[in-house]
């Protein structure tokens, strides 16, 4: 018998009915499975999923309203349409008793041929409806979990690709790009609330040594220390960029007396001194290297250009570290 081919229950205690509907049966496209008796009805639900239960009322032990009613109590079986077939289909009261026990239809006996096969085939093209139906929203449950992975997926790609866009591959600090942007930021805010932030310039000195000294690998790996270093002696509120090559920017938020943005850069330049291990193709390569620093305080101002006035004044005082004997700090006037 083909496995894919809708089930049919048929319950009956008497053997001659069972030959009878078998004979019934036989074009309806189904699958015919018997049982005598209630108890072996309910074995067989639990074992297969069937498309219509024919089930015959007066039974000895368990009549056909109790099989009804525990079929009822299982979610799984609940759902399965019982037809009773019964030859008290005249009598209201069993009628009424039957539907309460979860009958879908009564047929009564002695039955009718059309009326069985119709009936039957009504149930069948439901079953089988409801068979496409569940098929259609399985595979719609599917795609929609494939393009909510999808979208997760553009999403990670997009987020991944914005990031690229606005932070330096070698260290994963912000680059110019988002620099400039959050310095736009910290002076619309600052003009705002009457705030007060300070910009840094910071040149590495020495880093062209260690380049040419250890190769391009080396003065990568150094670049990344650094970076790791500003950003571990920074305040959580401030923003470190790399500008390229060995230049860097620092946004110090939340500053009322340039003093202190001094006295910070001048923590930041005594960190940078200090040697560095550099792991470069299994090797080991001990470095020291300096940093002068620039730091312009905003002032407020009504120019278009501030930012750019800033940048300026810091990158003097930063150069001028740099005349002055380099590895130091200077405050713009």
């Not at 039974?59 to 349409?81: S, W």
């Not at 080396?218 to 500003?230: F, K, N, Y």
Request: aromatic share 4%; charged share 25%; net charge negative.
């Amino acid at each position: 018998m083909n496995a894919t081919l809708p089930k049919i229950l048929v319950v009956d205690d008497t053997h001659a009915n069972l030959v009878a509907m078998r004979r019934l049966l036989a074009q309806s496209g189904a699958q015919i499975l018997e049982a005598r008796s209630g108890n072996e009805a309910l074995a067989l639900c639990l074992d297969h999923q069937f498309a219509l239960i024919l089930l015959d009322v007066n039974m000895p032990d368990m009549d056909g309203f109790e099989v009804a009613a525990l079929l009822g109590e299982a979610e799984q079986l609940r759902e399965t349409p019982i037809i009773f077939v019964t030859a008290a289909y005249a009598d209201d009261l069993n009628r009424l008793k039957g539907y309460h026990s979860g009958a879908v239809d009564y047929i009564a006996k002695p039955i009718n041929d059309v009326i069985l096969q119709s009936k039957v085939r009504i149930f069948l093209e439901l079953y089988a409806a409801r068979a496409e139906l569940q098929q259609t929203m399985a595979e719609l449950a599917l795609r929609n979990q494939q393009l909510t992975q999808e979208i997760a997926e553009r999403e990670l790609i997009e987020a991944m690709v914005r990031h690229q866009a606005s932070h330096d591959m070698l260290t994963g600090l912000p680059n110019r790009m988002l620099f400039q942007d959050r310095l736009h930021v910290a002076i619309q805010r600052t003009q705002r609330h009457h705030g007060h932030f300070a910009l840094a310039c910071i040149d590495i000195d020495g880093f062209k040594n260690v380049n040419d000294t250890h190769g391009h690998a080396a003065g990568d790996a150094l670049l990344q220390e650094i970076a790791a270093r500003l950003s571990t002696h920074l305040r959580g509120n401030d923003t470190v960029a790399r500008l390229g090559g060995d230049e860097f920017a620092l946004i110090l938020e939340d500053l009322e007396d340039p003093q202190l943005a001094l006295q910070l850069c001048q923590k930041l330049c005594a960190a940078l001194r200090e040697p560095y291990t550099l792991r470069v193709n299994g090797c080991s390569i001990d470095v020291r290297i300096g940093a002068s620093i620039g730091i312009a305080p905003y002032l407020p101002s009504d120019r278009h250009d501030a930012d750019e006035q800033l940048v300026q004044a810091a990158d003097r005082a930063m150069y001028e570290a740099k005349r002055g004997g380099k590895n130091r700090c200077v405050l713009a006037s």
